[in-house]
């Protein structure tokens, strides 16, 4: 160990050690010939046998050297410097190769910071791979990520052994109105198993105890660490109290910065008593379920075990659970969702970019080990092996990859604040986006990696065409240029892959954004405002709080019109149904429809239009026969008629002869409540103040906390949020708002992942199109150079230059249009892996790629138009005359 | 060639040979080492004595022998090697080795007599 380190520590030193040693074999010598000399050799025969007993001084000195240092490093050591060497000689081919490969590693290294920030890095929990998060999965429906019930929670809870902890999440809205502005905030009340499911201990204070999850001591709160440093200025929170919905809670601890759970936006947590009513509640789905899963249990046998468990569920509860099972999610794709397949798809994306330079570049060194076979075959007769020379070139392209590799990774560095400034303000990360120590290890891995794909291919040639030098240098020449051609190739056809796959995409977003989404995003704010069961417990309060507060806001100038909403579009929240239109009750087998429970105003502020009937009115109360609106999809659904106007239909309240009917009073256009690229689901639309027919509890909290929505006609639709808070204080002092936003915004936001992939694939896609243009360019340039002497004999005998030009066109187009062929194919068969991107357009849109090969097919003349031109302007006398 | 005679050096014995030598002789020169080794072995072991030094060096970055610069008995610089204490540690453990490997060869060779 030693040893090798000192050897290592030598390489490349030539210090005083190695003149002392020339003193001391002198001296060894001199005195072997002073014995020998003794014995009577005259002073020449005793020099001459005193250098035999020794072995010879020059071979002495060599072993020692090897001895000294390490052989194989002090080659390295040589190559590393010779090939620094090469590299200058040749700025101008080093600067070309170095710029491209800059640009394809910037853009790798840049992918990855991202990747491992979201894919990579592990969430900030103990043993975050044993997290997973379950969701009810309702068969009839097809859906698998559902809320949880409480009572189906406690069954999983007591039934599971494969599962260490589990805890229930119920997030909630609550005002916190207790030291300074009264703040929206989100509240987990997190059941028991808390603690040893997220395994994490606060920063300071403590977690809750088993007697503060029964019901009457749940009167605690741990609060985020953004919390308390921007409300509580990170002071001791020993007896602190805050009051959340008009209720005292001590504060008992404060979790890490890091600590995002379940999302990254929680801001209190307080304890969930089950109580006796949460153990038969196996219908209302309110809760986020996460486990943690044993240890030494793999996910597939807990997820093995909780189908069972579901099934069991089945047979004991048929009443309501006959349709569910459980879905198991590991909590990192819970968290990221679809991130993952675009991540991946863009890191393949930036791959073949790489690999297009890598392609460039091995043309370039290709070409170049031709201009060098003199220097190369004058090391292979000084008697380099060629596996010496191979590792020699190979040296000179690691260099060269290290080289573009460090020039790139400056490049991803100085534009990281452009990566962090396009990142949306909900886009999940744990971990910062940056280019730290992983993110260089991964680029030197990719520089070595790149340096010896490029490398080999023309040191190999190169070393070949030098042994063939001898015998014929035109003879090498012609095979390396068809591995030029090759490599032109596979240029272009990476190239096509990587524009169609832009083509295709931007397609699929100009397609999505110019589909109407059944609403009027221009000028509409919305903003949340939950009012505390504390003091609006009974209905008829918080309909005097909505009537009230909407007709201020109407009186506001600059508002067209006003109203709320518990689920809107392209939040991601829902709410499903079953509904029946004849005689009985529904099932759980019966149809189903996504609710929406609005107050008089929503329809009109949110810009739906309405094609049958009217919308709500004052007139809709709670003593008020029964009235829906339905969207056209439910109206074609339930009654195949466009107008059902008058028609009845049922929720569920009431039961037998008195089932609650509701009357059609208008149908309005549908709307793509999910994003535009997804279709518009069937809708009803419920008056807030008609919900007690329908039954379950979680409508009465919906109702409280629904998200506030004024069309307006200013021109800066956020100068309306000012007059619209103050009208909300004039109603209730104690009453704040949060998570004002454009619906446009929100409708943006919902395209953002498309529009950044679409963005990220037409930067690649014209990089690598430019360097596969370089490359048919480069390898017609050097196609000419290298006939340069038949071409001049073809025009001396009388040859048209166009028939010479159309020629050199030809034989560079060979590999240009294979490329293209392949490409299209690869691209057609790659659109069908990515179809979830591709919104809209056929997979492989024959039209699209068509447009993309002949685009390319153009370029691709285009760039062996000035080779070929050159062609046909040689002067045949002067080439002949100076060809070699 | 004129030496069958001789036997050829093992390898790994050279680094024996050395150890015990300075630490029979004390601080020793490169040539004084060969010229002790041939001595001591009646001329009986080939020793290229140029193989010497790559060994001294070996020893050296083991750490088993230390080198210092200093002056020959006819007044010429020489480079002097000493044992360390490792290096005495060092040739106890061969010396047990060899003894143990050597006793066991002959056995084995008497056996099969």
């Known amino acids: 160990m030693r040893e090798w380190l000192m050897r290592a520590m030598s390489v490349g030193r030539r210090g005083r050690r190695d003149r002392d040693l020339d003193d001391e074999l002198r001296f060894h010598v001199d005195e072997l010939c002073r014995a020998f000399e003794r014995r009577g050799y005259d002073a020449h025969a005793a020099r001459i046998a005193a250098e035999r007993e020794l072995g010879g001084v020059g071979r002495t000195k060599q072993a020692w050297r090897d001895q000294r240092t390490s052989p194989p490093l002090e080659e390295l050591l040589q190559d590393v410097r010779y090939g620094m060497r090469v590299l200058w000689r040749y700025r101008g081919m080093t600067a070309a190769a170095a710029l491209m490969l800059a640009g394809a590693v910037a853009a790798t290294t840049a992918l990855f910071s991202v990747v491992d920030a979201v894919l990579l890095a592990p969430l900030p929990y103990a043993r975050a791979g044993q997290l997973v998060v379950l969701f009810e999965n309702y068969l009839t429906l097809h859906a698998p990520d559902v809320s949880v019930t409480p009572g189906s929670f406690l069954e999983w809870q007591s039934r599971a052994h494969t599962i260490a902890a589990m805890t229930a999440i119920d997030q909630r809205q609550q005002n916190l109105t207790s030291d300074g502005e009264p703040l929206q905030v989100n509240v987990a009340a997190v059941t028991r198993g808390f603690a040893a499911t997220v395994g994490v201990q606060p920063v300071t204070g403590r977690l809750f105890t088993d007697r503060e999850f029964e019901a009457g001591n749940e009167r605690v709160a741990i609060i985020s660490h953004a919390l308390w440093t921007t409300r509580y200025g990170g002071a001791a929170i020993d007896g602190t109290s805050i009051v959340l919905d008009d ?173 962090e400034a396009l990142r949306p303000a909900d886009f999940l990360t744990w971990k910062p986006i940056a280019i730290d120590a992983r993110a260089l290890s991964f680029s030197a891995i990719v520089a070595v990696a790149c340096g010896v794909l490029f490398g080999t291919l023309p040191a190999v040639a190169a070393s070949r065409a030098n042994i063939a030098a001898a015998a014929s240098t035109r003879a090498a020449g012609r095979g390396a240029s068809r591995l030029r051609h090759a490599l032109v190739a596979v240029e272009v056809a990476l190239a096509v892959v990587l524009v169609a796959g832009a083509a295709l995409l931007g397609q699929a977003l100009h397609h999505v954004v110019a589909i109407d989404p059944g609403v009027r995003a221009d000028g509409v704010v919305t903003m949340t405002a939950s009012l505390p069961a504390t003091r609006y417990g009974e209905d008829a309060r918080v309909d005097v709080f909505y009537r009230t507060l909407f007709d201020r ?129 069937a809708e009803m639309y419920w008056p807030a103040e008609q919900i007690d027919a329908v039954p379950g509890e979680t409508l009465r909290r919906m109702r409280r906390g629904l998200t506030l929505v004024v069309s307006t006609d200013a021109a800066d639709p956020l100068a309306i949020v000012a007059p619209v808070r103050a009208a909300l204080r004039s109603v209730d002092p104690a009453q704040p708002v949060a998570n004002v936003r454009t619906l446009t915004s929100m409708l943006g936001a919902s395209l953002w992942l498309s529009r950044a992939a679409t963005w990220l694939l037409t930067i690649f896609g014209t990089a690598a199109l430019a360097f596969a243009l370089l490359g048919v360019f480069g390898a017609a340039s050097y196609g000419v150079a290298q006939r340069r002497r038949e071409l001049a004999v073809r025009l001396a005998l009388g040859a048209a230059p166009r028939a010479v030009a159309s020629l050199v066109l030809r034989g560079a187009m060979v590999g240009a249009a294979a490329g293209v062929g392949v490409g299209v194919l690869m691209a057609a068969a790659l659109a069908r892996s990515v179809s979830g991107l591709l919104v809209g357009v056929a997979p492989g849109d024959p039209r699209t790629l068509v447009a993309v090969a002949a685009g390319l097919g153009v370029a691709a003349t285009l760039a062996t138009w000035a080779p070929a031109r050159r062609a046909a302007r040689l002067d045949p006398m002067s080439t002949l005359r100076n060809a070699d | ?94 010396t047990e080795d060899w003894v143990r490997v050597s006793g066991l060869i002959n056995r084995i060779l008497r056996a099969t007599d």
């Open chain 1, 553 to 681: 806001i109407r009186a506001i100038p600059g508002v067209r019109a006003a109203g709320a909403v518990q689920a809107l579009p392209f939040s991601g929240n829902t709410s499903v149904r079953p509904y029946a239109t004849d005689r009985s009750a529904p099932t759980l087998e019966s149809p189903v429809a996504h609710y929406r429970i609005v107050t008089p105003g929503y329809v009109e502020a949110m810009g739906i239009p309405l094609r049958a009937g009217r919308t709500f009115t004052d007139r809709d109360t709670a003593n008020a026969p029964l009235v829906v609106l339905v969207n056209e999809r439910l109206a074609r659904e339930a009654w195949g008629d466009p107008s059902p106007i008058g028609a009845r239909i049922t929720f569920g309240g009431g039961s037998g002869a008195n089932v609650k009917w509701a009357e059609v009073v208008g149908v309005v256009g549908d709307v793509r409540h999910f994003g535009p690229a997804a279709p518009a689901p």
């Open chain 2, 1 to 94: 060639m004129g030496h069958d005679d001789k036997a050829d050096i093992l390898r790994g014995t050279l680094d024996l040979l050395v150890l015990k030598t300075l630490d029979t002789l004390g601080p020793q020169h490169g040539y004084g080492i060969a010229q002790r080794i041939q001595q001591v072995s009646g001329d009986m072991l080939s020793l290229n004595q140029g193989t010497l030094y790559p060994a001294l060096l070996r020893l050296e970055q083991r750490g088993w022998i230390a080198s210092r610069l200093g002056t020959s008995d006819n007044n010429r610089r020489a480079r002097f090697y000493s044992l360390t204490t490792a290096g005495r540690r060092q040739l106890r453990q061969e």
């Open chain 1, 247 to 419: 209720r005292p809670y001590a504060v008992v601890g404060v979790m890490p910065a890091s600590f995002l759970f379940p999302t990254p936006r929680q801001q209190i947590w307080v304890p969930r008593p089950m109580t006796a009513a949460d153990r038969e509640n196996r219908t209302g789905h309110t809760l986020y379920a996460v486990a943690r899963v044993r240890d030494g249990v793999s996910i597939a046998a807990a997820e093995r075990e909780l189908h069972d468990i579901a099934a069991a569920l089945r047979r004991d509860y048929p009443d309501s659970n006959r349709e569910w099972d459980i879905t198991v999610m590991p909590a990192r794709d819970a968290l990221i969702g679809q991130t993952s397949d675009v991540l991946a798809a863009m890191m393949g994306a930036v791959a073949l970019l790489l690999l297009v330079a890598c392609a460039n570049v091995a043309g370039l060194l290709l070409t170049h080990g031709l201009t060098r076979s003199r220097e190369l075959a004058v090391r292979a007769a000084l008697g380099a092996t060629r596996l010496r020379i191979v590792r020699q070139l190979l040296t000179e392209s690691v260099l060269l990859a290290a080289l573009g590799a460090a020039l790139g990774v400056f490049l991803a560095w100085a534009a990281q604040p452009l990566l």
